[in-house]
């Protein structure tokens, strides 16, 4: 399915849910999407399926209102980048299979949130992570995220970032070279392009523990300690890094 070649107005807000083999899991987050309320003719969303043998289409197809294509792609960030493509949104959100925002308000109040802002370029609200034991967590932060503290180490859940479509465009969508940390490093490009984060102070998604990245926890790791090395750009930078590194937690 092809998007509208002759749309008049772009939706606000275009949801990317990318999907394998995910019957399971999939009609939870479809639902979640559906049951928004407050933003009618605002959003779209669209399932990047790659090629799933299942009956994952069987239950896209439930949903009239969404929008998929399914064919074979390489990995993560290819499918991420057709998402991309395909979706008209002025801003684009990746919620993947078996995250849920948190509640039925979440992008009306994230509609309103960026009018009121004037439209800024990247908007990052706050999450909670599903264990695999089924318990919810609240991530919190001392501190509003910036680039400074993405200096430091990956602090960012793709699920609540809400980022221009044109200025992702523009950075050339997410890099194929990463497996596990494609999104850390379209943060760090950002951030090096001279784009600052706009914190949203709302939970908007809960989003599963034990994905693809938590299933390969030491190339996650050897990849954001690439990617932050790069953002660590100044001596300042390298020096409050360096001393950082020596203090935090050991990551497991």
Request: proline residues 4%.
């Amino acid at each position: 399915m092809q998007p509208p070649e002759n749309q008049s107005e772009r939706p606000f807000l275009s949801i990317i849910t990318i999907s394998r083999n995910a019957e399971k899991l999939i009609g939870a987050t479809l639902q979640n999407v559906a049951d928004q309320q407050g933003v009618e003719g605002l959003i779209e969303h669209w399932v990047v399926d790659g090629a799933s043998t299942d009956g994952t289409l069987d239950v896209v197809r439930q949903f009239p209102h969404v929008r998929y294509i399914s064919e074979p792609d390489q990995g993560i960030g290819d499918a991420f980048n057709k998402g991309m493509h395909l979706a008209q949104g002025d801003y684009l959100l990746y919620l993947n299979c078996d995250d849920i925002l948190c509640d039925n308000r979440v992008l009306a109040d994230l509609y309103h949130f960026a009018q009121a802002r004037k439209m800024p370029d990247w908007i990052i609200g706050r999450w909670f992570v599903r264990r695999e034991d089924g318990s919810v967590v609240r991530i919190k932060h001392k501190y509003p995220l910036t680039c400074w503290s993405l200096s430091l180490e990956s602090r960012i859940c793709h699920q609540a970032v809400f980022l221009k479509r044109e200025l992702q465009l523009q950075m050339g969508g997410f890099n194929l070279d990463y497996r596990t940390s494609m999104d850390y490093d379209l943060w760090a490009r950002l951030c090096l392009h001279g784009t600052c984060i706009t914190n949203f102070e709302r939970p908007v998604v809960i989003y599963a523990a034990g994905g693809f990245s938590g299933q390969n926890k030491e190339l996650m790791f050897q990849e954001q300690n690439e990617i932050v090395q790069q953002l660590r750009n100044t001596p300042l930078k390298r020096w409050i890094g360096k001393l950082y590194d020596q203090i935090k937690p050991q990551r497991v």
